[in-house]
Structures are given as C-alpha cells and as structure tokens.
C-alpha cells in the first residue's frame, strides 16, 4: 500500500534560520508524482510543487528548494532563511494520477 | 483566474440531521475530488470525478455519503443522518489532466469545516 510518513510533528525555529522537512514515502508504483503543500492558519491547501518519479534533479524556487533521492524514497523540502510568514503545516503526498495520499503533516512554527 | 470556491465554508449541525455542501472548480478542469480532513492529520481521499462520471470511491464514503457532480461543472456532496464522526473539514480539489501532459497537481478550496453537536 502507498504511504507517505513526515515523522517531525512540530518544527521551532527562529527567523533566518534554514530549516529541513523530511518525507519518505512508500509505493510499488514505477511511475508516480510527489508534492508539497502548505496549509497557512487560514486553512488553504496551497500548492508548491510536483515531481515525477523519472526526475530526480533538486529543484530550486527562491527560498525554497526540494531534494527527491529515490534511493531513499525520500523527498525531502528546506526553507533557507526562514521568515515569520513561512509558519505553516507543510503536507508531503504521493499520488498514482488520482487521489492524493497524504502524510500526518509537519507543524513549522517561525518565531522573530 | 479564479480558485476552488467552496460553500458554506462553516457549517454546524444536530446529528441526525442532513447536510449539503457545494464545491466549483477552476473552470476549464475535468477533474474534481473531495477530501476529508481531521484535527492535526492530512486530507484523506474521499472520492472523485472526471467530468460528470464518478470514478472512485473510498471506503471512508459510507452509504451516508453521497456526491454528485451534474454536467460535469460544480458538484455537490451530501451527508445523510450526520453522526458526531462526521465533524471534520471537507476539502474540494480539481486538476487538469490531459492525456499528452500529465498535470496532476491538485488546487484545493478553502474548506468547509463541519460540527456535528
């Protein structure tokens, strides 16, 4: 069965620190998608990005950068110089080109 | 462009009693999913459609559970006799998914969070 596990639950630091969210997910699947989610207080699900099983390269967006290691079946996102506005929980999930399958989330919580 | 819209975005309730919520997508996707969410976990796949056609359903939709999604535009899900269990945030997401491209990523709305007293 797929599954996806983000065993930090909650996440403290203080701004301008960088910070790493660990995911490792579980599929039989040869072909298959990860993302990354934010969820801000207000309850939105936000999207941050896909990756597809056949791309292993890290990816950079500004602050943000993700590294999928499939040799780990790891995907895991860092946040380099964290802000307030970064607190959030982040969400891993795998898919198969359907429904989503989300991990318990990870709690980040940005203090000044 | 606009998002996933969702309504009511509240939604409190007596138990036994039905409920109904609405969801729109971002026009031009053919897909749309319901999700639900509890307290401190991640969304749980509740169902979903291409167009107008139901394609899945998860084993959390009990009989009580249904959705609907006319003319493959906006869609609908009803809880029937709702129980305390069924308090939770129920999320809409739709996608574009084309044959040639492959886009799977998933827009959500904001939710509407349901108390069952």
């Known amino acids: 069965a797929q599954k996806v596990t983000q065993a930090q639950t909650e996440i403290s630091v203080v701004e301008k620190e960088d910070v790493t969210l660990d995911c490792v997910y579980e599929t039989r699947d040869t072909t298959y998608y990860l993302f990354w989610y934010k969820q801000p207080p207000s309850g939105e699900l936000v999207f941050l990005i896909r990756?597809?099983?056949?791309?292993?390269q890290n990816e950079i967006s500004g602050r943000y950068s993700w590294n999928f290691q499939k040799s780990t079946s790891s995907f895991n996102f860092t946040i380099t110089a964290s802000q307030v506005v970064d607190s959030a929980v982040y969400f891993c999930a795998l898919s198969e080109a359907r429904k989503l399958i989300f991990g318990a989330g990870t709690r980040l919580a940005v203090h000044p | 462009d606009t998002g996933v819209s969702q309504d009511p975005r509240h939604k409190i309730t007596k138990r036994g009693q039905n409920v109904t919520f609405r969801c729109d997508p971002i026009s031009e996707h053919n897909r749309l999913y319901w999700y639900r969410q509890t307290l401190g976990q991640g969304p749980e796949f509740l169902t979903y459609f291409q167009n107008e056609a139901q394609l899945e359903k998860s084993r959390l939709l009990s009989d009580r559970f249904s959705a609907e999604r006319p003319k493959g535009s906006f869609s609908t899900l009803e809880i029937q006799r709702t129980e305390q269990g069924d308090s939770a945030m129920y999320l809409c997401?739709?996608?574009?998914?084309?044959?040639?491209?492959?886009?799977?990523?998933?827009?959500f709305g904001p939710g509407t969070r349901l108390t069952v007293t």
């Open positions: 997401a739709s996608s574009l998914v084309l044959v040639t491209s492959g886009s799977y990523e998933q827009y």
């Open positions: 990756r597809n099983s056949f791309d292993e």
